[in-house]
């Protein structure tokens, strides 16, 4: 499967960590507040969003799911409740996947990008942001 990212990390107070929240993903991985933003923040700027799901890793908002996949990663650092990562990605899927859906993934990724990067810059209180 292939798939291309982008990657930032950040501080934050603004996303409270509900009681629990873990159990979904991974002892210690949060992001469900952030993944939430996160969606609304696209959805104001006419990115449709499909679905919000738990990973392992900590929450995915669900861009687009066919002919491939674009997603962002939301999720907390090494347990802390103020510092967390995001990142987007695409999945191509398998050969035929990357042979006819490579240019039209690329341009959604890049258009996913500029909105990502935009939003970063709105988060309530950021500080100590490093991309990727």
Not at 57 to 76: D, E, N, Q, T, Y
Request: hydrophobic share 40%.
């Amino acid at each position: 499967m292939s798939t291309q990212s982008d990657h930032v990390t950040f501080t934050s107070s603004a996303f409270p960590v509900e009681p629990g929240e873990d159990e979904e993903t991974n002892p210690g991985i949060f992001g469900k507040a952030l993944a939430s933003w996160v969606a609304q923040k696209l959805s104001d700027r006419g990115i449709p969003i499909i679905e919000l799901l738990p990973e392992d890793f900590g929450r995915i908002v669900i861009v687009r799911r066919k002919p491939f996949m674009l997603w962002v990663g939301c999720a907390s650092l090494d347990g802390r409740h103020t510092q967390w990562r995001m990142f987007i990605a695409l999945e191509l899927g398998l050969f035929f996947g990357r042979l006819l859906h490579r240019k039209e993934g690329q341009r959604q990724l890049d258009r996913l990008r500029d909105h990502f990067q935009a939003i970063v810059a709105e988060i309530p209180g950021v500080t100590d942001v490093e991309w990727h």
